[in-house]
């Protein structure tokens, strides 16, 4: 019995936490970012496999190429992009 004021204590403080986060706009908006980059990100490492052997009748050198390019084109867009956005447009 004396897991439930615990239990009552715990959910208030699971409560608080989401009051806490929805009441601030930087932890909000971290929170959506991080829930919109697991909603598009996570589908695309699930299907890859399937993509690599159903579409391209590959297999895993396929698959390792299909990732590694994804690595390369993320790569490349950070140091195209990267240093553009560190750069003040004042100087």
């Known amino acids: 019995m004396q897991d439930e004021p615990r239990n009552e204590a715990a959910f208030a403080d699971l409560v608080d936490g989401f009051r806490y986060a929805a009441g601030s706009v930087p932890i909000r908006a971290i ?3 991080l829930a919109l980059v697991s909603l598009t990100g996570m589908p695309y ?4 496999p399937a993509v690599a052997r159903e579409v391209l009748h590959g297999g895993a050198h396929t698959l390792g190429f299909l990732m590694a390019a994804s690595g390369v084109g993320a790569l490349a867009g ?3 992009g990267g240093p553009k956005c560190l750069t003040s447009s004042s100087s």
Request: a neutral charge.
């Open 31 to 33: 929170l959506l970012l």
């Open 78 to 80: 950070e140091v195209r």
């Open 45 to 48: 490492a699930v299907l890859m």
